[in-house]
């Protein structure tokens, strides 16, 4: 019976993780949020709570906050502008505010109405389920940045790969639950990125810089790897049954 609870809390939070992703993104979008702002914030939430949040909830809440007593969709949209709010205040000089989140909060989250105070507690909630560990330096948009801006520097064609479309794929992969798990190794998935971006936005007939072994030189990783990554994330993102 145990294992069964278990098996069925795991099968519900899928639909959730993806609501609450995309809620994420188009609240960040909202909010007009850097990209580092955004991507520190994913990278807390779905990297970091949602699978601290699944345990908790089979170790049966020990934080005992009523904000992780049932996970519904409002709760979960909380917790992702809370990933927001903490993001902001690490990266911004003038952090978004709290009225802000919770304007947005009044306007998108349909099941709820939060108060600040509920905002706050959720910040607290948010910090204990992480163990009040935030650092974000390990973010795999960091390291799409640096390669991006180093692959312009010495590749012509560089000016033809798209750093939007790097970001688009990146969403993309967020919001898919097997694809999240990439990002569990986030510098190799970078330069994997880049070169799905390459090979989207770069004409085929323009394909003369040796994108493969330049990627190997700058991270040393094995080019087949980087090609059995690029291969996964491309099926994801032409993916018709996403």
Same mark, same amino acid.
């Given at each position: 019976?145990?294992? &069964?609870?278990?098996?069925? /809390?795991?099968?519900?939070?899928?639909?959730?993780? @993806?609501?609450? %992703? +995309?809620?994420?993104?188009?609240?960040?979008?909202?909010?007009?949020?850097? #990209?580092?702002?955004?991507?520190?914030?994913?990278?807390?939430?779905? $990297?970091?709570?949602?699978? /601290?949040?699944?345990?908790? *909830?089979?170790?049966?809440?020990?934080?005992?906050?009523?904000?992780?007593?049932?996970?519904?969709?409002?709760?979960?949209?909380?917790?992702?502008?809370?990933?927001?709010?903490? &993001? /902001?205040?690490?990266?911004? &000089?003038?952090?978004?505010?709290?009225?802000?989140?919770?304007?947005?909060? $009044?306007? =998108?989250?349909?099941?709820?109405?939060?108060?600040?105070?509920? =905002?706050?507690?959720?910040?607290?909630?948010?910090?204990? %389920?992480?163990?009040?560990? *935030?650092?974000?330096?390990?973010?795999?948009?960091?390291?799409?940045?640096?390669?991006?801006?180093? =692959?312009?520097?010495?590749?012509?064609?560089?000016?033809?790969?798209?750093?939007?479309?790097?970001?688009?794929?990146?969403?993309?992969?967020? !919001? @898919? +639950? +097997?694809?999240?798990?990439?990002?569990?190794? #986030?510098? &190799?998935?970078?330069?994997?990125?880049?070169?799905?971006?390459?090979?989207?936005?770069?004409?085929?007939?323009?394909?003369?810089? #040796?994108?493969?072994?330049?990627?190997?030189?700058?991270?040393?990783?094995? !080019? +087949? $790897?980087? %090609?059995?990554?690029?291969?996964?994330?491309?099926?994801?993102?032409?993916?018709?049954?996403?």
């Amino acid at each position: 019976m145990e294992v &069964s609870r278990q098996t069925d /809390s795991s099968n519900e939070m899928k639909p959730l993780r @993806k609501k609450s %992703v +995309e809620f994420l993104i188009r609240s960040s979008h909202q909010l007009r949020a850097s #990209p580092i702002v955004k991507y520190s914030a994913l990278s807390l939430f779905a $990297d970091r709570f949602l699978p /601290s949040l699944t345990t908790l *909830i089979k170790m049966r809440n020990k934080i005992g906050s009523w904000l992780l007593r049932s996970m519904e969709e409002s709760n979960l949209q909380l917790f992702s502008l809370i990933s927001i709010w903490i &993001s /902001s205040k690490i990266h911004d &000089s003038r952090a978004l505010s709290v009225k802000c989140l919770k304007s947005l909060g $009044d306007e =998108f989250i349909k099941d709820q109405h939060f108060t600040i105070r509920d =905002f706050v507690e959720a910040e607290v909630v948010f910090l204990q %389920v992480l163990n009040f560990e *935030i650092g974000i330096s390990n973010v795999a948009f960091i390291f799409l940045e640096e390669f991006f801006i180093q =692959f312009k520097g010495v590749a012509k064609v560089g000016g033809l790969v798209s750093f939007e479309a790097c970001m688009d794929v990146m969403d993309l992969l967020y !919001e @898919k +639950e +097997e694809t999240s798990l990439l990002f569990s190794a #986030p510098r &190799s998935l970078a330069a994997s990125i880049l070169v799905a971006s390459y090979v989207v936005t770069v004409p085929k007939q323009q394909w003369e810089f #040796p994108v493969l072994p330049w990627v190997k030189f700058v991270t040393s990783y094995k !080019e +087949e $790897d980087i %090609v059995e990554k690029v291969k996964d994330i491309l099926t994801h993102v032409f993916d018709p049954h996403s």
